[in-house]
């Protein structure tokens, strides 16, 4: 009896951490003979098992699974294996985690894998797209983040989406060479904070940083946010860092809408180790001040992150170019590749003004001459000015003069062009002349 009890805990232990695989379609092996259903493909043609379309690649079996993701097809539209009896139950842990699949597709669009118990719980699905066409290309899917999360145990059913996009055309998609591999190092973590901005607190309307007061913010991970948020610290600077990211909202919703009208620029800085793709949102509520009430309006903008050091995003608003305005922002949401398991690092999240259309001021207490200037730039001023900054159009702090014993400033070594010159007041009054270097 003892024994037999023995065997049962050895089996239980057994089938919760191992799989059947590699899946490879050949003779012999696994998922040739497995149960595969296709849904919300129209008609759902079922999944073939085919010659391999090109062995002189990466892929160099005799066989591969054909998949017809068909025009009128949800983008959605896959394939999933029997539950229990193709794939066994099992659990991911480090051992397992690390998922690729060799695919060959005539378009580039997301792929996507996840994970099911008989129970219905699910992994979520990761994306990853291909980069190749017509070519067997290794994809590689990284569960690390699901481990010890409810859906890592008691999986017995895998999913599969070869072609997760709006269609346009019916696309023939291989997929074959289903492998589960050993949990890679550890993703690097950013050892030195952002850089700190440097314009000016009249000039920008702050969500999150160090440096500038922030205006209030509902929340930064929302309920129907896909993504883990911690609030970290790097050398005691305030910094978010968001995780399993597939897409995370940050909403200023209610009496918290954002009226940026008078900026020009969002800016953030952003740090990861394994996001390809990194995607800024920006969603405007409209006049009725509401979700989905007829008037909302949003675009989004992809960017291409260095790995492993913190990029600076300053972002021209005007290349949101669907927002009807920016009088009602409301949502700015963050998302990218890969789906699902994208690690990053977000700071200093503002908007800002460059200033490109002021008049120039002469007034009683202010002067600044000449203007045109070729060499030295008189600023005469009455109140108690404390300091004076010529800026760029561009926002780039060429010269600060702190010194106020003389109204004098060297301005040759200026390319030439057109600037703004910023004088602050004891008092914290900021104002700006427009002044040409020839």
């Avoid at 030195?192 to 009249?202: C, E, G, I, Q, V």
């Avoid at 305005?325 to 949401?333: C, R, T, Y």
Wanted: contains cysteine; charged residues 15%; aromatic residues 10%.
């Amino acid at each position: 009896m003892r024994s037999s009890i023995l065997f049962i805990l050895l089996f239980n232990t057994f089938i919760s951490i191992s799989q059947n695989g590699p899946i490879s379609f050949e003779p012999g092996e696994f998922g040739l003979t497995w149960t595969w259903t296709v849904f919300e493909n129209v008609g759902n043609p079922p999944l073939e098992i085919v010659g391999n379309p090109d062995q002189t690649g990466i892929n160099s079996s005799s066989r591969a699974a054909k998949f017809t993701a068909l025009q009128g097809g949800m983008p959605y539209a896959g394939v999933e294996s029997a539950h229990a009896l193709d794939l066994g139950t099992f659990t991911l842990n480090p051992n397992n985690c690390i998922v690729k699949i060799m695919v060959y597709k005539p378009v580039i669009s997301n792929v996507g894998i996840k994970f099911a118990t008989a129970a219905g719980a699910s992994t979520g699905e990761l994306l990853v797209a291909n980069t190749l066409i017509n070519q067997w290309e290794e994809l590689t899917f990284d569960f690390t983040p699901i481990l010890g999360l409810p859906s890592s145990s008691g999986i017995d059913q895998v999913i599969i989406f070869p072609d997760f996009q709006n269609r346009t055309s019916t696309n023939i998609c291989y997929f074959d060479n289903i492998t589960f591999g050993v949990q890679g190092p550890p993703l690097a973590t950013p050892m030195t904070p952002a850089p700190d901005p440097n314009f000016l607190a009249n000039d920008v309307i702050s969500m999150f940083s160090n440096v500038y007061t922030d205006v209030p913010v509902n929340t930064w991970q929302t309920a129907w946010s896909q993504g883990t948020l911690n609030d970290i610290q790097i050398q005691g600077n305030d910094t978010k860092k968001y995780s399993s990211l597939n897409f995370v909202g940050v909403e200023t919703t209610g009496s918290n809408l954002l009226n940026v009208s008078n900026m020009t620029h969002l800016y953030l800085n952003v740090w990861t180790a394994n996001m390809t793709e990194f995607r800024v949102k920006l969603v405007d509520f409209g006049n009725d001040l509401s979700y989905a009430g007829g008037d909302d309006s949003e675009y989004e903008l992809p960017f291409i992150p260095t790995l492993e050091s913190w990029i600076t995003l300053d972002i021209p608003l005007t290349n949101f170019v669907n927002l009807a305005s920016n009088n009602h922002i409301a949502q700015l949401i963050f998302s990218g590749n890969p789906t699902g398991s994208g690690v990053v690092y977000v700071d200093n999240v503002l908007f800002h003004n460059v200033v490109t259309g002021i008049e120039t001021i002469q007034t009683n207490d202010m002067k600044l001459y000449p203007n045109p200037v070729q060499n030295e730039l008189s600023i005469v001023h009455e109140k108690d000015i404390i300091s004076i900054q010529v800026v760029s159009l561009t926002g780039e702090i060429m010269l600060v003069k702190k010194d106020m014993t003389t109204e004098k400033m060297d301005v040759s070594q200026l390319e030439n062009g057109l600037y703004v010159c910023r004088t602050e007041s004891e008092s914290g009054e900021i104002r700006q002349f427009k002044f040409i270097k020839e």
